[in-house]
């Protein structure tokens, strides 16, 4: 509707109107959608349509002008002025051309003075559009490009430092593509450098800097290196200037050794500023990012403990301008060559330019891929922002990131980890089988990142939402149930966690257990394959358990047992146990402490027990090794269900508050687990003929129970079962 020719000024303008409200409106979101909308509208369409989207982009951008004129004569609120350029700007980025007719209209405002935010974004507008359009006009005239010229000079000493960037970019279009006036460029570079020099002389000599003008200093000199040629910034040869010890070196070296030497300097807000103008040095400069002071400084910034997050976050910006603008220079000779000769190789040109961003983002990768994992969410933001691009780019192995996207698509934050999610889902279906290659890793990386997100102390589970849990690795898990087999080896390789010899620490293994438990398993297979393996570890794991306790107690004569005694008769008389403890409790506390993977992992079956409807006879007959339609009917879920392993959170509990515990607490627990060992649920011996249909949940006796669902279903109370024979 809004990009079909209208014959009727009413209806135009009223069409205008709400284009204008809602680019108003979605400020704040995000205008992709539109950029992405016209941009479709206008390529790879009909030859009859295509020229009807071009002819109503025509009639809006002149009515926007027309409309741009009346608001300024009217003295209308400068929100309406915002939204107008706003929407003028989104046409110029995707059709530039609309507008080089109405370039004399816009420019005046360039020299207005900025004091609101609303101007402050009006200015910002106008410059950006003026970028684009200037250089497609055909032979301007010379006093509206000195105008230009000049507006944005004196934008570069008096506006504020949102501007800036702006500026210097639309200065770099008109002076590179159109006026070539690079005197204008030096002079200024000239200026702002013999500032940095002198507050850098005062610096070492320790006397204060003017904190506003050596900020405003920094950033402004990073930017002019950013689009300008050092040839075009050098100072004329008669040109008089200030003696430094330096002067023998090149231009670009000595710029580089003054930003450098504020990145050290006491005050923070001087040290990040002086790192963001390196960063626009580097853009253009990259060899410098090879060489052994920025290799020190960005690691460092990177990956000690000590550096704040603002310049970790700083640095990972840095990498992705450069990354950014490696991309659109790739974007233009491959555009370029595609017009000059046909016959070149394209790919292996791109190979070649592709090369040196590659060797960049080699020797900064580990220190990015740590920074996804950092418990500063503004970190593991920009680290994804940069993984995005060498992904796009394809300038590392992609198997490397694998475990990074798993871990951010657990986070808390819905936008991070909905990117990630989609990465991730984009790699597994460009090279099948990367995914299940790193997937176990991204797990295990997922739980310290919560960890060391979390306050010390406090638990870290594996699901989000409270009230209806989710697990947080379900989207990995989601990616890999595509096949039988990808699915099976992640979840085998979770369960392996549980056995006593992989020595993984309790609270990891909760972790685990939330997942296990809240995967978006969706048929029978998923859970009965999840309990099966439960059953077979342990009855190896618990009876070995069991059985190291019992062989860790004193004979009833009150000396070491052997091999060839055999008194169980006493096995549940806590009494009895508690006299027969040995002088050293440690083997009993590392059976007990080991014991706990096997109590979580009778919840977990407890747990899937309940929230699918199987029983004991059903997860019995079910062998792993049938033909796959057997088990792949869909699943039943029933609601109300929680995993709370209640006496594996009450051991964490005390095991953060560094207690020992007791030698008759040894025994407490070493009976409460051979009891959940033994029981076996006595009225689940009926056939389950669809082994789907929900039936009341148990739980074991132990844990804490849940409230009756909504369905009216009873609470938990009896204890888990396993195919687990009795140690004997």
């Not at 990259?286 to 690691?299: A, F, R």
Request: some cysteine; hydrophobic content about 40%; aromatic content about 6%.
């Amino acid at each position: 509707m809004w990009f079909t020719p209208q014959s009727s000024e009413e209806r135009l303008l009223q069409k205008v109107r709400h284009i204008t409200h809602v680019v108003a409106a979605c400020r704040e979101m995000g205008l992709n959608w539109f950029e992405q909308l016209l941009g479709g509208l206008l390529k790879d369409r009909e030859d009859g349509q295509r020229r009807g989207v071009l002819e109503s982009c025509r009639q809006i951008v002149d009515c926007l002008v027309e409309r741009l004129l009346r608001l300024e004569e009217g003295d209308a609120s400068s929100q309406h002025l915002v939204a107008c350029l706003g929407t003028l700007y989104l046409f110029s980025r995707i059709r530039p051309q609309l507008l080089v007719r109405h370039a004399h209209t816009i420019q005046p405002y360039l020299s207005m003075r900025a004091s609101s935010p609303q101007e402050y974004q009006v200015l910002q507008h106008v410059t950006r559009c003026l970028e684009l359009v200037v250089p497609l006009m055909e032979h301007p005239s010379e006093s509206f490009l000195a105008q230009i010229e000049e507006d944005l000079a004196k934008q570069l000493i008096r506006n504020a430092m949102v501007l800036l960037q702006s500026s210097v970019s639309c200065l770099s279009a008109v002076v590179n593509r159109v006026t070539h006036n690079y005197p204008l460029v030096r002079d200024m570079f000239q200026k702002f450098f013999m500032l940095l020099c002198l507050m850098r002389r005062e610096h070492q000599a320790g006397r204060s800097n003017n904190r506003q003008s050596l900020q405003r200093c920094l950033y402004t000199l990073g930017l002019l290196c950013q689009h300008f040629d050092f040839e075009h910034l050098e100072p004329a040869p008669d040109a008089a200037a200030e003696p430094a010890e330096d002067a023998d070196q090149p231009l670009k070296q000595r710029v580089f050794a003054a930003m450098l030497h504020f990145t050290e300097h006491e005050d923070e807000d001087i040290r990040q500023r002086a790192l963001t103008g390196l960063g626009f040095m580097l853009v253009r400069q990259y060899d410098l990012m090879l060489g052994p002071e920025v290799k020190e400084l960005y690691k460092h910034l990177l990956s000690s403990p000590l550096a704040s997050p603002v310049a970790r976050v700083q640095v990972l910006k840095n990498l992705t301008a450069y990354l950014l603008e490696e991309e659109a220079k790739m974007i233009r000779r491959d555009a370029e060559w595609s017009k000059l000769s046909k016959g070149e190789n394209l790919k292996e040109m791109g190979d070649v330019s592709s090369g040196m961003a590659s060797t960049v983002v080699q020797v900064y990768l580990k220190d990015i891929l740590a920074a996804a994992a950092h418990p500063t969410l503004a970190v593991r933001r920009a680290a994804l922002q940069v993984l995005q691009l060498v992904l796009g780019q394809g300038l590392v192995h992609p198997v490397q990131m694998v475990p990074h996207l798993a871990c951010l698509g657990t986070d808390d934050d819905k936008l991070l980890r909905t990117k990630a999610d989609q990465l991730l889902q984009d790699l597994e279906k460009k090279y099948p089988g990367f995914v299940q290659m790193k997937a176990h890793a991204g797990m295990r990386l997922s739980f310290e990142m919560h960890r060391s997100a979390q306050q010390p102390g406090s638990l870290v589970r594996g699901y989000r939402s409270e009230e209806a849990p989710v697990s947080r690795n379900g989207f990995l898990y989601s990616v890999l149930r595509a096949t039988r087999q990808s699915r099976r080896a992640f979840l085998l390789s979770l369960l392996k966690l549980f056995d006593e010899q992989a020595r993984v620490p309790l609270a990891e293994l909760l972790y685990v257990a939330d997942n296990i438990v809240y995967f978006p398993y969706q048929v029978q297979d998923e859970p009965l394959f999840v309990m099966h393996h439960i059953d077979v570890l342990l009855s190896v794991a618990g009876s070995n358990l069991l059985q190291s306790f019992r062989e860790a107690l004193l004979s009833r004569d009150g000396v070491a047992r052997t091999e060839d005694d055999d008194e169980e008769d006493d096995d549940d008389d806590l009494d009895a146990l508690v006299a027969r403890l040995p002088p050293d409790l440690t083997p009993l506390q590392e059976s007990m402490q080991a014991a706990q993977g096997c109590i979580l992992l009778l919840f977990v079956k407890q747990t899937l027990k309940d929230t699918y409807g199987f029983t004991d006879s059903r997860i019995q007959q079910y062998s792993p090794n049938e033909a796959a339609k057997t088990y792949e009917k869909a699943l039943n879920r029933r609601s109300g269900v929680r995993f709370n392993p209640e006496p594996t959170l009450q051991f964490l509990a005390t095991e953060d508050e560094e207690q020992q515990p007791t030698g008759e607490e040894l025994c407490r627990r070493y009976l409460d687990f051979k009891q959940l060992m033994l029981t076996i649920d006595p009225d689940e011996d009926d056939d389950d003929q669809d082994g789907g249909q929900p039936r009341p949940p148990t739980a074991p006796a132990t844990a804490t129970v849940a409230p009756a669902t909504d369905d009216g279903a009873a609470p938990n109370t009896t204890a888990p079962s396993t195919t687990a024979a009795p140690a004997a």
